[in-house]
Structure formats: C-alpha cells, structure tokens
C-alpha cells in the first residue's frame, strides 16, 4: 500500500508565505508524476502544479511566478513553495502522484488547509 502524507499547510496573512510537502510511503515502488491540487469551498478541485520525473513543471497561470513546484526523489517527497499568497489561495491542498508498483495507480493525500487571510 502507498500513502501520501501533506504537511504544512495552515493560516498566513496575505502577502505570506508557507511551504507544503508531500511524503510518499510504501513498500517498492517509483513515481512518475507528483502534483497539487487545490479545492476551495463550493468550487471544483484544480490542478495547481505538477512536476514531472524528468524535473519537468507546469502551474496553473494564478500562480505562475509565486508558486514554486520541487521533488526530491530520495525522500519520495513533492514540495510546494508559495509565496505572495493571496486570499484566493484560500483552499485544502491535495498531494497527487502517479506511482508505478506493478501496475500504474494515481493515489491522493488527505489534504491540508491553507488559509490566507487579507
């Protein structure tokens, strides 16, 4: 079994910033794609960032340029570095990672709230 642990999240004023991370555990296996998403209230789950196995990021545009997507592959860790937050950052942050153990799977972490307030 693979879990996904966030940690990091919590309340910052506007302006603020916080760093989230995402700690893949398990027995045997490899990731391929590791990413964030974010759901707001009364709002649908969207894709933050995403970084890929060969180091390659994409963001979604609100955040390009304060959001900072990084991976480090020996600790099977994501991080998320967000800086000038705003309150529309205001969500519960989801940890995603496509994990090849026999077959290919997308697991999901349990969230973590960011609250930005202004």
């Known amino acids: 079994q693979v879990q996904l642990v966030e940690s990091g999240g919590g309340l910052v004023q506007a302006g603020g910033s916080l760093r989230l991370s995402c700690a893949a555990s398990?027995?045997?296996?490899?990731?391929?794609?590791m990413g964030w998403y974010r759901q707001a209230p009364g709002k649908q789950r969207e894709l933050v960032a995403f970084i890929s196995d060969g180091d390659s990021t994409a963001y979604e545009d609100s955040v390009k340029g304060r959001f900072t997507i990084s991976r480090d592959n020996a600790k099977n860790t994501v991080y998320l570095q967000m800086t000038s937050l705003k309150p529309e950052d205001t969500a519960v942050y989801y940890c995603n990672a496509k994990i090849f153990r026999g077959t290919t799977q997308w697991y999901w972490g349990q969230g973590t709230q960011v609250t930005v307030s202004s």
């Open positions: 398990g027995s045997t296996f490899s990731i391929n794609i």
